[in-house]
């Protein structure tokens, strides 16, 4: 299908790209942490808190939304995009209210620390640790005690599917979904014809193939091997007992078939798996393009899937 209307008319405003400009994360950090909605346009919740959770490599902040007053929750942990060098609580403040009024769950957003200040497992220590603290702490934060899900957009769904594949290693808590947005599943870039997706929405869909590697280069920094399935969950061997997922994936992004790809290796691996592509939209869409017509019905599916089996 081809681009969005809208999204082809925007794309089409836009100057052309400089390969050859360096990223500096504290330059791109000033655009893409900035919320497209004012906040008094935002879904609202019930409540909304922010607090500091201690861990042995030190605080780490969270926001906790609750979307009515109830007397138990199901919880969703959720882990923002932003190539693992950017993004915030405020980033992605706008994409976590509709989820939790559509799902029913408290959810818990995670401001893990960053690269490449702080490179692999720093974000993946911090999301592993955070869900094990509620999971301890079920009776302050009113959880369910057996419903406990991840979900993550771009970067941050790498990092919900990791956190999945380090909880059924250790076994300190049960995780029950996890959802997965246009995921970042494979930071090995040495050979990009392993997925035609990569080919075909190389330039111009907004995330370009050719940044791919200096994108996620700073959460590399550490020396870190791409192909751990830890940085890397497509290259996870045995997929099975993880938790059930939704893996949401978008038409002209780069990432669209390793999302795809792993949705399948899942159900292969006997994983209950909701699978669904938005056409004619790109990498992204939750924040930016959710008030089109055809994408806004992303969070009530989310919302549906998280809410089976309750």
Known sequence: MALHPDLKKFFESLPESDPNQKLIPEEQRKFMNAPVMPLEKRVQVHEVEDRLVPTAEGNVPIRIYTPVKKDVYPILLYFHGGAFFSGNLESHDEIVRPITIESGYK??????????????????????????????????????????AVAGDSSGGNIAAAVSLLARQKKEFPLT?????????????????????????????????????AFN???????????????????????????????????????????????????????????????????????????????????????????KDL
Request: proline share 6%; hydrophobic share 35%.
């Open 177 to 213: 979904k996890q959802v997965l947005f246009y995921p970042s599943l494979d930071l090995d870039f040495g050979d990009i014809s392993r997925y035609p997706s990569l080919s075909e929405n190389r330039k111009g869909y907004g995330l370009e193939t050719d940044a791919l590697p």
């Open 217 to 307: 280069s700073f959460y590399l920094s550490g020396g870190a091997d791409p192909r751990d399935p830890l940085l890397s969950p497509i290259f996870e061997e045995n997929l099975e007992n993880l938790p059930v997922a939704l893996v949401i994936t978008a038409e002209h992004d780069p990432l669209r078939d390793e999302g795809e790809l792993y949705a399948e290796k899942l159900k292969k691996a006997g994983i209950r798996v909701e699978k669904k592509r938005y056409d004619g939209v790109v990498h992204g869409f939750l924040a930016k393009w959710t008030h089109l017509e055809e994408y806004a019905g992303v969070y009530e599916l989310t919302g549906n899937f998280l809410k």
């Open 107 to 148: 959810v818990i957003a995670v401001d893990f620390r960053l690269a490449p200040e702080h490179p692999y497992p720093a974000a993946l220590e911090d999301c592993y640790n955070v869900a094990k603290w509620v999971s301890e702490n079920h009776k302050e934060l009113d959880w369910d005690g057996e419903n406990l």
